[in-house]
């Protein structure tokens, strides 16, 4: 508990605390309750049992000397870095009438030192590029970058992938959409993200990722594309749109072309019958999180990202070195002249 000002910041560790976090979170970005307290229990709390807190996730919340919540945040541990336990501040918000008091950053603040006393690093996810100076006025500093991006099916000059004038056909079946459970794809990540830098996500965060990840019809939106060429994780929207909110493509594919992304985004669109679709993928844009606590700086990468090693290996996950990389596009440089599956020469 800290006393600012006339405001109390204490942890949502009982029912009134929990729901006044839980119902200025809904008005805020509004969200439903159920989401809320599916969230805490993916992190080993249960709001609906009365267990509001766990080792893996703590709200935190302003209150008034009547109790009342005026600013809150939720913080729940992400996954590890550099050895690091990573916990993210997720959902800062203000009642309105609060706002400009500057209790945000006084609940953003606190998290972060709870963070970094036990020895883990904090992170925080700039909703929109203006919240940067904000954060980076607490302490926060550039972490992790990422590309957003929206791409059309009817952009460019598409290869055919049910041609039957090629010669090397047989080695480029159709394309395919594996699902896959959340322990797989996270095995697949970490292959991926091998040499990135990254949070390694661990089994709460997993869980999350993979209960928001659904389509209408309940389906798994966690897939494997072709024989190892990409993953990605997608999200059904109001209306039936269909959102890539992480697209990560095999380091091997990368070389191909540093297009490869937006050509994979095309075809995951085409299978779902969209004319366009938004994807969210590595290399230098925008700053996806920012971080305190860290103990080395992390440099925005170039375009096209860093590039890997020719041998892959998961690091502290021999599970994940296991993976096989056999993709199609890298299977079908059958001659140095060859047009690769997606339509790129290979030089």
């Not at 024989?227 to 999200?235: E, G, H, Q, V, W």
């Amino acid at each position: 508990m800290k006393k600012t000002d006339n405001y109390l910041i204490e942890i949502a560790d009982d029912i009134r605390k929990y729901e006044g976090l839980r119902t200025l979170w809904c008005e805020v970005f509004n969200d439903e309750p159920e989401f809320v307290d599916s969230m805490y229990k993916c992190f080993g709390a249960n709001p609906v049992e009365g267990i509001y807190t766990s080792e893996n996730i703590n709200g935190y919340v302003a209150v008034d000397d009547e109790g009342d919540t005026l600013s809150a945040l939720t913080c729940f541990r992400s996954g590890e870095f550099e050895n690091q336990p990573a916990y993210t501040s997720y959902a800062i918000c203000t009642e309105p009438s609060a706002r400009g008091l500057g209790l945000a950053g006084r609940l953003v603040e606190y998290a972060r030192d709870m963070v970094i006393e036990a020895g883990g690093i904090s992170v925080i996810s700039p909703a929109e590029p203006s919240l940067e100076k904000f954060y980076g006025a607490h302490g926060y500093e550039p972490f992790f970058y990422a590309k957003n991006c929206e791409v059309s099916t009817d952009e460019g000059e598409d290869f055919d992938f049910d041609a039957e004038d090629r010669e090397y056909d047989k080695f480029a079946p159709a394309f395919e959409m594996t699902p896959l459970d959340g322990a797989s794809y996270n095995r697949c990540r970490e292959v991926f993200l091998t040499n990135r830098p990254h949070i390694i996500i661990g089994e709460e965060m997993m869980r999350l990722i993979y209960n928001e990840s659904r389509l209408s019809d309940g389906r798994t939106g966690l897939f494997r594309v072709n024989k190892d060429d990409a993953i990605c994780a997608l999200s059904e929207q109001s209306g039936g749109r269909i959102e890539i909110t992480e697209l990560l493509i095999n380091p091997r594919l990368e070389e191909v072309s540093p297009e490869i992304a937006a050509e994979i985004a095309k075809r995951i669109a085409e299978h779902f019958g969209q004319e366009d679709i938004s994807y969210r993928t590595t290399g230098a844009g925008y700053c996806q999180s920012m971080a305190a606590g860290l103990g080395v700086k992390i440099e925005n990468e170039c375009d096209g990202g860093i590039k890997t090693d020719g041998d892959i290996n998961a690091k502290n996950d021999s599970d994940a070195a296991k993976i096989k990389m056999d993709s199609v596009a890298v299977t079908t440089q059958i001659k140095t002249d060859a047009v690769a599956y997606y339509g790129f020469p290979i030089d």
